[in-house]
């Protein structure tokens, strides 16, 4: 079978390695834009459930992965000054640079072929394939140019971020909600390595636009975050890697292919930042699409991309719906700030999917359940 893949991030590198182990006579070429050192963003998160399934799936590669990682056992929720430790909520990161370069070396042990600084635009420019995967990330051209034919939606959001790092390694996976006369400042931040982290900043639009960031240099939306979050960054520096503010595209389609061309990851559909899931999404897809070819053949190409969405749909709509509430519970973080207790509000910060009901929460922080029910009697039963 000859396959064609645009893009060399976890989706398209996972599919290539599994498709190569299921059939060794498999073509299968990866084509990336940027260079191989080249990367955006700073670290990516695992939970403990996605650590799980990717063992279940696939053992050799989890053990592959896991002493790269670090690892945590709780979050912490940060009302202004009062931390708020939850246990039960582990979680894993890694470099995204490393994770890559990681899945580089395991695809091409396996013979895929991987070409970098290939500036491919159309999809004649990969020639002949049985099977071709956009794996292009968020802003994929094979899926805004054929719109129409995948179903696509992007509902742009309204809240702006900016993906920075920092030279403080965070204990945890830690999310710091911060008051300012400008409106609440939230840093997403989680140490990736032992001297680094990732140190993502969200505010509301109007936040946004009252601290004048549309106008301020690189330099000076630096220094601002680095003024708010002074207390938490202990003498630190923001490092940036190319950051700037963007909004949030939550993208959708209801077809996810058409002819023997599919999509996967981020191209196919994006997962709020905020529950940590686009890495394993976008591997989960991988590993759904490889089993509808090993389930179909590798034959009938359209019925095995009837199946992967067949099957793949449920379960991946599940954490998409709990993506976009996740999302909307951020854009109302502002007025949650101001009006819950530090109690109250990691408590809705913990329930805010409507995935984790009050037993959940007492099975995984009984101290939380129990400071809850102190000022919400009613939620006992």
């Not at 003498?235 to 993208?251: D, K, Q, V, Y």
């Not at 989960?284 to 359209?302: H, I, N, S």
Request: contains cysteine; proline residues 4%.
């Amino acid at each position: 079978m000859k396959i064609r893949i645009l893009g060399a991030g976890p989706a398209g590198l996972y599919f290539a390695a599994l498709m190569k182990r299921l059939d060794p006579s498999h073509d299968i070429a990866i084509f990336e834009r940027n260079p191989r050192d080249a990367t955006w963003g700073f670290g990516v998160v695992f939970s403990d459930r996605a650590l799980d399934f990717l063992r279940a799936d696939d053992e050799a590669l989890y053990r592959y992965l896991t002493p790269h990682l670090e690892n945590w056992p709780d979050i912490t929720i940060v009302h202004n000054d009062t931390a708020m430790p939850i246990a039960g909520n582990g979680f894993a990161s890694i470099g995204r640079l490393e994770l890559l370069t990681l899945l580089y070396g395991y695809v091409e042990q396996l013979g895929v072929k991987l070409s970098f600084g290939a500036e491919i635009t159309t999809l004649r420019q990969m020639g002949e394939a049985d099977l071709v995967v956009g794996a292009n990330g968020a802003f994929s051209w094979i899926r805004s140019e054929n719109e129409d034919r995948f179903g696509t939606t992007t509902d742009w959001r309204r809240n702006r971020f900016i993906w920075y790092g920092s030279t403080k390694a965070f204990d945890s996976l830690t999310l710091t909600f911060r008051e300012t006369d400008l409106g609440v400042f939230c840093a997403h931040h989680y140490r990736y390595r032992p001297d680094r982290s990732t140190f993502l900043v969200e505010v509301e639009d109007a936040t946004w636009q009252r601290a004048g960031f549309a106008t301020m240099s690189p330099d000076d939306t630096i220094r601002h975050c680095e003024r708010v979050f002074a207390r938490d960054l202990d003498g630190h520096r923001i490092i940036s890697n190319h950051s700037h503010w963007r909004n949030f595209p939550a993208i959708w389609n209801e077809r996810w292919s058409f002819g023997n061309v599919v999509l996967l990851g981020d191209a196919l559909r994006t997962a709020h930042f905020s529950i940590g899931s686009g890495t394993r999404l976008a591997m989960e897809d991988a590993v759904a699409l490889f089993k509808a070819f090993r389930e179909v053949g590798t034959k009938d190409v359209p019925a095995a991309l009837a199946l992967f969405q067949q099957q793949r749909l449920p379960p991946m709509k599940k954490i998409w719906d709990a993506a976009n509430a996740s999302l909307r519970w951020y854009e109302d973080m502002d007025r949650l700030v101001r009006t819950l207790s530090p109690v109250e509000f990691a408590y809705s910060y913990m329930t805010r999917t409507g995935r984790v009901d009050h037993a959940e929460v007492r099975r995984r922080d009984p101290a939380l359940a129990a400071s809850y029910e102190a000022l919400r009697p009613e939620v006992r039963g």
